[in-house]
């Protein structure tokens, strides 16, 4: 049958191949930074995963952000997890964020190595943060800290491990995957790293987030890395070969 351009609203159901047209209206300043589950084609952009659509208007230096939630699995918060985290709410003391869990957590304002009330780091909506659980007890609103117990670098040095992760991409894998990529000796993570100078932050919340110089750089590194939650070790090699290969061809 013919498909429909539906109205889409935030928060519906959406499944792979449901248009959301003229995204540039979503935004005032036509832009839109495209998350999980979804897929720009020409000026539309396009469902690819079935999940809950996303989108959060007047993202500092982004316009729009818009994502699916595909909600494999809800992460249940454990203590000392790093997880990837979006602002969703400020107040004076601390901030809301979505950490993919049943409920949001908690950030302090001033759980930020070296932070102070008149020195602080201020976030803004739809910002993304890395953090680590510092409070996960049942049917309690978890809470989050920039603090890192093995690193005293302070939050404006821009050394700190944890804290707000500015540009770059994140998306969403699977939670078992997601901590195999936290270990130091994670095959996919060190073998793009000799082709490609590139950021990653894993978070145990089924988050990934990479940063590299080019939007090229970037695609690749996340094709990759979302390729290889199926594969074996040896089909790791020759797919980032080929990502490579393919990728200086053009």
């Not at 079935?50 to 203590?79: E, F, S």
């Not at 939670?175 to 270990?183: E, F, N, T």
């Not at 594969?231 to 061809?249: D, G, H, R, W």
Request: glycine share 10%; hydrophobic share 40%.
């Amino acid at each position: 049958g013919m498909v429909e351009d539906r109205e889409i609203q935030e928060g519906s159901i959406v499944v792979p191949g449901d248009r959301l047209r003229d995204v540039s209206m979503m935004s005032a300043n036509g832009v839109v930074q495209i998350g999980t589950g979804l897929m720009q084609s020409g000026d539309e952009v396009v469902a690819v995963q079935p999940g809950v659509i996303h989108w959060m208007t007047k993202v500092p230096g982004v316009g729009t952000r818009a994502w699916i939630d595909c909600n494999q699995k809800r992460y249940t918060p454990c203590l000392d997890d790093m997880v990837l985290g979006i602002v969703t709410d400020k107040h004076a003391d601390d901030y809301k964020i979505d950490i993919r869990g049943s409920c949001g957590a908690i950030l302090s304002a001033l759980a930020f190595e070296g932070a102070t009330k008149r020195s602080r780091p201020r976030l803004n909506i739809g910002a993304t943060v890395y953090c680590r659980v510092c409070l996960a007890i049942k049917d309690c609103e978890p809470e989050l800290t920039c603090i890192c117990l093995t690193s005293k670098k302070g939050w404006m040095t821009g050394q700190a491990i944890f804290g707000e992760l500015e540009g770059g991409h994140m998306f969403d894998v699977g939670i078992g995957y997601a901590r195999s990529l936290l270990s130091p000796n994670c095959a996919i993570i060190n073998l793009l790293g000799k082709h490609i100078a590139y950021e990653v932050a894993a978070g145990a919340n089924g988050r990934v987030w990479v940063k590299s110089a080019s939007v090229k750089d970037t695609i690749l590194l996340v094709n990759a890395i979302k390729n290889a939650e199926h594969l074996q070790p040896q089909q790791v090699a020759e797919m980032v070969t080929q990502l490579i290969q393919f990728n200086s061809s053009d």
